[in-house]
């Protein structure tokens, strides 16, 4: 920009130095006029040579802002590809990342779909299973066994027990010389009313379990029969169990409290497992009680056996000491006799020692 404004200052110059010229020939002579016009073309080379010059390193100078400027413009446009290529790579592994991302949440939502249609058709199952009270009365029977086998031996527990009145308990658990009555039939029907409809029929549920309470209290409850002053009541299903705990009757009482009052204990599986295992160490008890009351009888009768012995070792001790005695006298008897005998062997016979021969004979 300094280039260009210098080189219109020197041409106006050049204009007024032409016009000055001009007004001051008019009044001088040609030949004056010649030289000065000479000296003006020369004058006016020199500024043209100058002006070319100055023109030239413009020219050039522009020449290299232009080539600056379209390298850097080269070099944005070379730098911005490379970004836009980068972000490109970036846009591209981030959607390859989505595309698998879903493809496997189709999968696990397919997986979900295929748990969700198995886990209906073996809730079918089950209700088709439940849906007889036969056969849920066997399917109780069925895990009672099971748990009572896996947790006590065979000789402390029987199935259908049969009282003197008639009733039939599912099984018996013998503790000692008194029987723990089990009942596995629970009404599962109101259960399942109280998972069909809802909260509607946690009224109906409540009435069966009591009334289910009550009657186990009164047939299996016997001990004029033998058995304990309680008795378990099994429910075979865990959530059946939690739904017993939580279900209060219409007095605002707990089912569960109210089926201990009447001596009736609920257990679940696991609640039942745990308390067999509370009994198989009662029993293992019992048998080392039972085991420690043998021992001391055979304590006692080795007791008196030590003391008969003892009696004949007494009595084996005095014949002894009698024996002893009587070896004592017989030996010094003895003694006096072969002094006798010495005596006579001798040819005399003293009065003394005759009468000594004669004590000795006499004893």
Same mark, same amino acid.
């Given at each position: ?30 030949? *004056? =006029? ?51 290529? *980068? ?5 591209? =592994?981030? %959607? ?26 073996? !809730? ?5 299973? %439940? ?18 086998? $896996? ?12 009282? &003197? ?23 599962? $029907? ?15 549920? &409540? ?31 865990? !959530? ?39 009994? %198989? ?13 043998? %021992? ?27 024996? *002893?005695?009587?070896?004592? $006298? ?32 006499? $004893?």
């Amino acid at each position: 920009m300094n280039s260009i404004a210098a080189v219109a200052v020197a041409l106006a110059a050049i204009a007024v130095v032409a016009w000055a010229v001009i007004v001051w020939t008019r009044g001088r002579s040609e030949a *004056q =006029t010649a030289a000065l016009r000479q000296e003006m073309q020369a004058l006016l080379a020199t500024q043209a040579q100058t002006l070319a010059t100055q023109v030239g390193q413009l020219s050039q100078t522009m020449t290299q802002q232009f080539g600056q400027v379209q390298h850097a413009l080269q070099k944005g446009v070379a730098d911005t590809g490379l970004l836009a290529s *980068q972000a490109q790579t970036a846009v591209a =592994t981030e %959607l390859q990342n989505s595309r698998e991302m879903l493809g496997k949440i189709n999968q696990q939502l397919g997986e979900v779909q295929r748990a969700g249609r198995d886990l209906s058709q073996a !809730s079918q199952t089950l209700q088709m299973v %439940l849906g007889g009270a036969k056969t849920r009365g066997t399917l109780g029977e069925v895990a009672l066994e099971h748990l009572l086998e $896996d947790a006590l031996p065979r000789a402390a527990y029987e199935f259908q027990y049969s009282f &003197a009145t008639g009733a039939v308990v599912d099984a018996i658990v013998r503790s000692g010389n008194r029987n723990l009555s089990i009942d596995s039939k629970f009404p599962l $029907d109101a259960y399942r009313r109280l998972v069909e409809t809802g909260e509607e029929a946690r009224r109906e549920f &409540a009435q069966a379990a009591r009334k289910h309470a009550d009657s186990i209290a009164e047939k299996y409850i016997l001990p004029n029969e033998g058995t304990l002053d309680i008795a378990f009541m099994f429910v075979p299903s865990e !959530s059946v169990y939690y739904e017993l705990l939580m279900t209060e009757d219409a007095k605002g009482a707990r089912l569960d409290a109210y089926s201990r009052a009447k001596g009736v204990i609920p257990v679940s599986p696991n609640t039942l497992h745990a308390y067999l295992s509370a009994i %198989l160490m009662g029993l293992k008890g019992m048998q080392v009680e039972e085991n420690a009351r043998r %021992l001391l009888g055979s304590l006692a009768g080795l007791r008196k056996q030590v003391e008969a012995f003892a009696e004949v070792y007494e009595k084996l001790g005095t014949h002894l000491r009698h024996a *002893q005695q009587s070896y004592e $006298d017989a030996d010094s008897k003895l003694g006096r006799a072969r002094n006798a005998l010495d005596q006579m062997a001798q040819g005399a016979l003293p009065e003394a020692p005759a009468k000594a021969l004669e004590a000795t004979t006499e $004893d």
